[in-house]
């Protein structure tokens, strides 16, 4: 007789096959068509909110694996939020603004000189909506859930409004002002650059060491004394008006072949070996402190007028000579130690980096062709004692990748000296869970300088100040907040479209214009002004959303970009800081650990990913990444992730499949009914299960996914889905043996895919979908089962037990090599037990535990092989094999061939 329709075999819908590429999309639109994330709010709205602040990426480009790492970590970490019962609003934003989209437009045949401004920027605003438009596609796409059909764009009046208002706040605290010093400038883009715009790349540069004599020593020195200067800026020697000199530094003089000299002492032999000259033709004369020779003057090289020597703390011995050229117009410690003595900022560079009329003979010439030119001149005037080129780390414009120049030229500047406690006391009270990234900000900040918040571009927020007619600026907190309500009604366009009578307030009049005409600032504010307001214009704006945030998530770089300037806005305006918390991740990077680039060819593109294997791989490859350290990617990474996707799926697959008649309400077993196996299972399962509801919190998202593995591949796979396929298969449907694996099998079914659902979004809805007797419309509208007590004393009774069943299973795998047994069943087992395990102290069955057919427990056993726990003997069972559940039986119908099957088959079988 075949007893094939006599087992309770698996049975569900649910594919072993996820599908992923097309199941997906359809999923996607169903989510929509149920608003289903207005749904997930009102499901708790009223409870406490949790507030994860989008920090906004660039409208440009195609979305990258960055993108994906950033975009999908905040996802599991709002959906872990939601499960818990938050009320989680999540606002998408974008920025919107910025030199980038103006070179798109360029780059596309935009001719923006042929146009009007306000004309430029309606085809930039249009250029960023389509930018907008094609990675809101790519993130809703990836599962990425929030407020899509009403994003945060920074181009938007109520932003732009708010952004002004920011900055108004700001003059009001007498932050904000206008003057003429050195900043970072990219002459290819035209624009002032604010630090975090700056990358450091290795450039190689004139080193060369130049001599300034002696003209009026103060009788310290006498004239014509050589003093030695050095410097890798050959271009700025023409704005040279000082050299700087450490007070406490011992100088000194010496005479090398007919000719005086001046160099810090400690510096003597190393300038000696980088010049090349031979020491023992070296005398000193004399030493002196810097402080004794401040005021000296020394006649320039090229130019007909007096460098003084002046006094600075920034001087030191780590190179050089201790004798530091200083050019006001083109580096910040020579601007402020010029300052004290009253010195022009001499700055002959214009906005594309050529020289202008003050460089003399040098106008016309690009600076960095000038180098050379120069360096010839200093040598035709023997001021040239050495030149030589080295490769070092230099300042680079981010977008244009090109080497920037300080360059001094009228800007408006945020004060940060006048904050910088607040800002500090503000960071101390912020959550980092990693503590050297609070240090690394910290120190960031109180070193940072004032920044520079204005642009000269067109495609972005207009600096709201005005300029009389004896061109006074006209910086007034009521103007500004008239313009404000301008662009909050009308859009910032107006800016450019109005004039400036029009943009001030009705009636205003300025003692600095008597026939009442006023002129705009063309500057525009720097974009990471804009980014760096958002939470007054999305969190303050926006009344379900709390300010300040819980949260701000973006990449390691941003600690010197938004979550820096977010940082300084907010404690300049509220007093506070932006965000209770800081996160942050690493770059992606391929498989070998190198950055991606096209010209490399290992660029891996998520959309693509999508295409072929579903955006829950990505979001997968995603949670089992270390992301706060570089995160890798590759084909290989990709199919090993797929692999643990697929084993996820197919244990899912058979706790659905053996669920099938199972009804929690009228089946389940009471824990203390329950059997000792699975009593331990649902131990086990619930210190994996609170265990990985702590990481969720704590973003150990990598942990989660090693644990997960291991639970699933070890204690259930390896032991107990294997040990229940007996039961479940075997045993009759509602037997209290069976009801007893099923109530576990269900708690695991249950709250795994919860557990899952914030990662694996479309594959726990799948899941849910296929769950008998489901309560909710989506596994997303339900919340996190409550942790419980875990029965550590049955953890280590069964930790027991499972190193018995490992020296069983070693002796099995011997007696298999050894020919005695075939599979498991065929298998009688022989074995003592450790002190304080005894056979009744379970009541479940050791056959079953061991997969085998017969075992018997003895105290003491001669011709076994000793392991670690106990002493086991294998041999072929006794008996007869049964046709219905493999085991050999030594019943007396099976045995007689009265019965082809054991007695507890025909009992399951009579009654079926």
């Known amino acids: 007789m075949d007893y094939k329709d006599t087992l309770l075999m698996p049975h569900t819908d649910f594919k072993m096959r996820g599908g992923l590429t097309q199941k997906e999309p359809e999923m996607q ?57 938050y009320y989680t609003p999540y606002v998408p934003g974008w ?86 010093k050195p900043v970072y400038w990219s002459p290819v883009s035209e624009s002032s650059l604010a630090e975090a715009e700056l990358e450091y790349k ?40 000082a050299i700087a000199v450490h007070p406490e530094l011992n100088y000194v003089q010496f005479d090398y072949e007919g000719e005086a000299y001046v160099i810090a002492e400690e510096l003597l032999d190393t300038y000696l070996e980088a010049v090349e000259w031979d020491k023992e033709k070296v005398a000193r004369m004399k030493e002196f402190k810097g402080s004794e020779i401040e005021r000296v003057e020394a006649k320039h090289p090229l130019f007909d007028r007096m460098s003084l020597v002046i006094l600075g703390d920034h001087v030191t011995t780590d190179g050089g000579t201790g004798l530091v050229h200083t050019a006001p117009g083109h580096g910040d410690d020579d601007y402020k130690v010029a300052q004290k003595y009253n010195l022009e900022i001499l700055s002959p560079v214009d906005n594309k980096g050529v020289f202008t009329e003050e460089a003399g003979k040098y106008e016309g010439l690009y600076y960095d062709d000038a180098n050379k030119v120069i360096g010839e001149d200093l040598d035709e005037a023997g001021a040239l004692v050495k030149l030589q080129f080295i490769t070092h780390s230099y300042p680079h414009d981010w977008r244009s990748k090109t080497p920037v120049i300080f360059r001094a030229t009228p800007q408006w500047f945020a004060s940060i000296e006048n904050v910088r406690e607040e800002i500090l006391e503000a960071l101390n009270n912020t959550k980092f869970q990693v503590e050297w990234n609070r240090e690394r900000m910290y120190n960031m900040i109180k070193n940072r300088g004032d920044w520079v918040i204005s642009r000269q571009r067109v495609w972005g927020v207009p600096l709201p100040f005005f300029y009389a007619e004896n061109g006074e600026a006209i910086v007034d907190p009521e103007v500004m907040e008239h313009v ?104 992606v990077m391929d498989g070998e650990g190198k950055k991606m680039s096209k010209s490399l060819g290992n660029v891996v593109d998520p959309t693509k990913i999508m295409n072929q294997m579903g955006a829950d791989i990505i979001r997968l490859w995603a949670f089992s990444s270390d992301f706060e350290e570089d ?20 244990t899912m697959r058979f706790l659905l499949g053996n669920l099938n008649d199972f009804n929690v309400e009228t089946d389940k077993v009471a824990y203390d009914d329950l059997y000792d196996v699975d009593k331990y299972m649902y131990n086990k399962f ?27 591949n070890v204690d259930l796979s390896n032991f107990y889905l294997d040990y229940a396929k007996d039961i479940l298969y075997i045993e009759k449907e509602d037997s209290l043996v069976r009801r007893s ?54 953890l280590e009774q069964w930790a027991q037990i499972m190193a018995v069943r490992d020296d069983v299973y070693k002796a099995l795998e011997v007696a298999r090599n050894e020919k005695v047994i075939g599979k498991s069943l065929d298998a009688k087992v022989t074995l003592t037990l450790p002190e304080g395990l005894t056979k009744d102290s379970i009541n479940s069955e050791f056959t079953q535990l061991f997969i085998v057919s017969q075992v018997e427990i003895v105290d003491e056993l001669t011709d076994g092989t000793a392991y670690q726990n106990t002493t086991v003997k294998v041999e072929h069972a006794e008996g007869e094999k049964c046709a219905r559940c493999w085991n050999y039986k030594t019943d007396r119908n099976l045995v007689s061939g009265k019965d082809d099957i054991c007695d507890r088959c025909r009992t399951v079988v009579g009654e079926n």
């Open 29 to 85: 639109k169903r989510w929509h068509e149920m608003d289903l994330y207005n749904k997930k709010l009102e499901l708790n709205k009223g409870n406490e909110p949790f507030v994860l602040h989008d920090g906004p990426p660039y409208a440009n480009g195609a979305i990258h694996m960055g993108h994906a790492l950033n975009k999908i970590v905040k996802d599991i970490i709002n959906r872990n939020k939601q499960m818990q019962g």
């Open 95 to 180: 920025d919107t603004h910025g030199l980038p989209i103006e070179q798109a437009l360029t780059n596309k045949g935009v001719d923006r000189n042929k146009m009007s401004v306000s004309e430029f920027r309606k085809k930039c605003e249009a250029f960023a909506n389509e930018q907008v438009q094609g990675q809101m596609t790519g993130f809703m796409r990836m599962g990425i859930d929030g407020e899509w059909d009403n994003p945060y764009l920074t181009y938007k009046p109520e932003f732009e409004a708010s952004q002004v208002r920011v900055l108004k706040d700001m003059v009001e605290r007498g932050l904000i002002y206008r003057g003429k």
């Open 202 to 241: 290795d450039k190689r540069s004139p080193s060369i060491y130049v001599t300034f004599k002696v003209e009026n020593g103060n009788e310290v020195i006498e004239n014509g004394v050589n003093l030695v200067i050095w410097t890798t800026t050959p271009w700025t020697i023409p704005s040279n008006l």
């Open 484 to 587: 404000a309500s301008l662009f909050e009604t009308h859009g910032s366009n107006v800016w450019f479209e109005w004039d400036a009578k029009d943009l001030l307030p009705e009636g205003f009049t300025h003692e600095g214009s008597p026939n009442g005409t006023f002129e705009k600032e063309t500057d525009i504010m720097d974009v990471w002004f804009d980014s760096g307001s958002t939470h007054r214009g999305v969190l303050d704006y926006r009344d379900y959303l709390t300010y300040p945030s819980d949260l701000y998530f973006e990449g390691s770089d941003q600690y010197r970009g938004w979550f820096n300037s977010s940082l300084i806005t907010s404690v300049a305006t509220r007093g506070v800081s932006p965000y209770k918390e800081l996160l942050s991740h690493g770059f």
């Open 631 to 650: 995160v890798r990617i590759s084909d290989d990474i990709l199919k090993q992730v797929s692999d643990v996707y697929r084993k996820i799926r197919n």
């Open 686 to 712: 619930t210190k994996f299960y609170n265990e990985t509801r702590d990481n969720y919190d704590a973003y150990n998202y990598i942990t989660i996914y090693q644990s997960l593995q291991n639970f699933i």
């Open 741 to 794: 694996v099923q109530t576990v099998l269900h708690r695991i079914l249950e709250d795994l895919t919860k557990v899952l659902a914030p990662v694996l979004v479309h594959t726990a809805e799948d899941i849910y979908d296929h769950t008998p007797h489901r309560t909710a419309a989506s596994i997303h509208l339900t919340h996190f089962s409550d942790k419980e007590d875990v029965d550590e004393k049955v």
